[in-house]
């Protein structure tokens, strides 16, 4: 069974720090791994999506990488901004068909100007 | 393109009623999924639809029940409702295909008095 553990829980920083957010899943029997941003009361905004056969994915300040070896996937922010404030969420399949996702609690990230 | 519409935007229901909530899947996109949020357990799997097949299900009790439409738009049911139920309940959107990523909704706010 799936399970999905995101470390730390809660990050705050000033404007322009580059941070880590970091996350581990049991099952590395995956095709990909999506990575998610939610604004408070909001639904989910697609960050990045690597496939098991990508080792890194790329978007604006965002890198994702991901080791299916050791069940581990990390997001890169680099020069963080006030308005990267918001809960970071990954999420790998449950299954192989990839027909639904498991979410670990995620990372609460607040970035003070 | 249009992105993943769910209505209505807020709900509120008293307890034993049913309620139905509506999701219309991105343009091309035949797999449709259902996530409950809580502040207690996180993001949940309800449901998923493919070609108006239902492919995986969740755990959650009998009471929660979902349909798709010839034209991939999927409806999910609550009936005889419990203050327990309060949510989030956001809706995805995919290609259905393994190695596809997941487009989510706003959400759908339920509040049961």
């Given amino acids: 069974k799936q399970e999905v553990t995101q470390i730390p829980a809660a990050l705050s920083v ?6 880590v957010l ?4 049991t099952d590395s029997a995956i095709y990909n791994l999506q990575w998610f941003r939610q604004d408070p009361g909001k639904g989910l905004t697609s960050l990045l999506l690597i496939q098991s056969s ?3 994915q790329t978007s604006g300040r965002l890198n994702a ?12 922010i ?21 027909t639904a996702l498991i979410f670990g609690k995620g990372t609460t990230l607040s970035v003070s100007s | 393109k249009a992105g993943v519409t769910q209505t209505p935007r807020y709900l509120i229901k008293t307890r034993g009623q ?13 797999s449709v999924s ?3 949020q809580t502040p207690g357990q996180g993001l949940q799997f309800l449901f998923e639809y ?7 299900k969740g755990n959650f009790p009998g009471r929660f029940s979902g349909r798709q439409f010839s034209n991939s738009r999927s409806e999910m049911n609550v009936s005889t409702l419990e203050l327990g139920d309060s949510a989030l309940y956001l809706c995805a959107s995919s290609l259905g295909q393994g190695m596809s990523g997941y487009t989510f909704g706003s959400g759908t706010r339920l509040t049961v008095v």
């Fill in chain 2, 50 to 56: 493919f070609s108006e097949t239902q492919r995986n």
């Fill in chain 1, 54 to 56: 990508q080792r890194e």
């Fill in chain 1, 22 to 25: 970091n996350c581990s899943f």
């Fill in chain 2, 18 to 30: 049913q309620v139905t909530l509506s999701c219309s899947p991105i343009s091309g996109h035949r």
């Fill in chain 1, 78 to 98: 680099a020069a963080s901004q006030p308005g990267d404030s918001a809960t970071y969420l990954c999420a790998p399949p449950a299954n192989q068909a990839g």
């Fill in chain 1, 65 to 76: 990488s991901l080791d299916k070896s050791s069940g581990r996937s990390t997001l890169y």
């Fill in chain 2, 34 to 36: 259902w996530y409950q």
């Fill in chain 1, 14 to 19: 000033p404007e322009g720090e580059n941070l």
